[in-house]
């Protein structure tokens, strides 16, 4: 396939090159257009090495060939990895002031791009109104990611890792349908179509104005599926409870903070919807009354009992409702240490709570919660495990929806549900 990786001016066009190496090492001619902004971070020597094409640049160079038009047209799929702000916003305009722009303008090929920026340049109402735009054309977003900025910041902006970027543009070309008249689709995921929910987080019930009963869920997890998913081009609803990270772009976020708000917002989203995905640690038990004053300690008491009551099980819930043509995955966090007894807990639950799929991982007072890594086994129809996952929370993510998106090719996409 003939692919053009377009580079914008971010610190992140270094990792633009793990994107060329990954479709030049899985055999595809790759063509780079880097902006003259980008070669301020990555040098053309380094492109045409890695690449294995000479780079070009300039507008007018090579006119007499037509090259402003002759590389998009010529693509089959055009990348662009970082995708700035600046260029975000000439794209959904149209301009073409440079190789790039033109090279998009002239091409009819799925154009996928990587945004890359710092947090409040993304949920700039400019940036988010220029990417639905773009989304709605049919362009793939993929991430930007959660985490680590250029600073000492963190919070959505970061570019994806190469090795999602690929798999997300390969994935918008086999996802390309033709109709009738032969004519293409815009480009889509595999997820194009499905409506899916996820919760994230962890939930909190209050006692008093001032503290709460918690856990320890940062929904770092959670939000990777929502984030993975969107990139995969589903419609994404995330009911979000107390994230200690930043929000993903593109999703459709419903605020939570206790059980009882988690429970209604799901309910409420889950109709209808392809697949819900219950990441979030819901509370079990909430205190049987919440104090209007602060509770405050007496002189010379030995401690405080509180009286909990049960939260209803949100996932189980789900699970014995009618629900079809509605996939529903729950989690385990489990401190089992033996792994086989860690699997049977799982599929305990996975029966009794009515899920299809149960995604289990071991936690610990030094595992499973912040961290950026994770290691799962998902459990399908009759115990069995279905996939066994590890590596950074995104990768696991594309784990868990590749197994999502393998279980929904029976049902029909999320329009048609409606209509059943
Ligand atoms: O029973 P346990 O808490 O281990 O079950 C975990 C799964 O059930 C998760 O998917 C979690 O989101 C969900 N859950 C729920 N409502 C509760 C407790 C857990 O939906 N009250």
Known sequence: MNVVVGITGGIAAYKAVGVVRALVLAGHEVHVVPTEAALRFVGRPT??????????????EGVAEVRHVAIGQAADLIVIAPATANTIAKLANGLADDLLGNTVLASEAPLVIAPAMHTEMWRNPATQANVST??????????????QLTGA??????????????????????????????????????????????????????????????NRSSGKQGVAIAEAARARGAEVTLVAANLEIGEPGGCD????????????????????????????AVADYRPAAISEAKIKKEPGDAGLTLELVRNPDILAELGHAPHDGTLLVGFAAETENDPERLLALARAKREAKGADLLVVNRVGWTEGFASDENRVSVIGAGGVVVAELHGSKLSVADGILDVIAEALTDHPASEDTHAR
Do not use: C, K, W
């Not at 918008?172 to 499905?194: C, F, K, M, T, Y």
């Not at 059980?259 to 219950?278: F, K, N, P, S, Y």
């Open 47 to 60: 492109l045409e090495a890695i690449s294995r094409n000479p780079v070009h640049v300039d507008l007018y």
């Open 134 to 147: 773009l989304a709605e054309r049919g362009v793939t977003i993929v991430g930007p990611a959660v985490g």
């Open 153 to 214: 910041d963190s919070g959505p902006g970061r570019m994806e890792e190469p090795e999602v970027i690929v798999r997300a543009a390969l994935a918008a070309v086999g996802g390309r349908a033709e109709d009738s008249a032969g004519r293409r689709d815009a480009a889509q995921g595999d997820l194009a179509g499905r409506r899916i929910v996820v919760s994230a987080g962890g939930t909190r019930e209050p006692l008093d104005p001032v503290r709460f009963l918690g």
């Open 253 to 280: 976020i419903r605020r939570v903070s206790t059980a009882l708000e988690l429970r209604e917002a799901m309910q409420t989203a889950a109709a209808g919807a392809d697949a819900v995905i219950m990441a979030a």
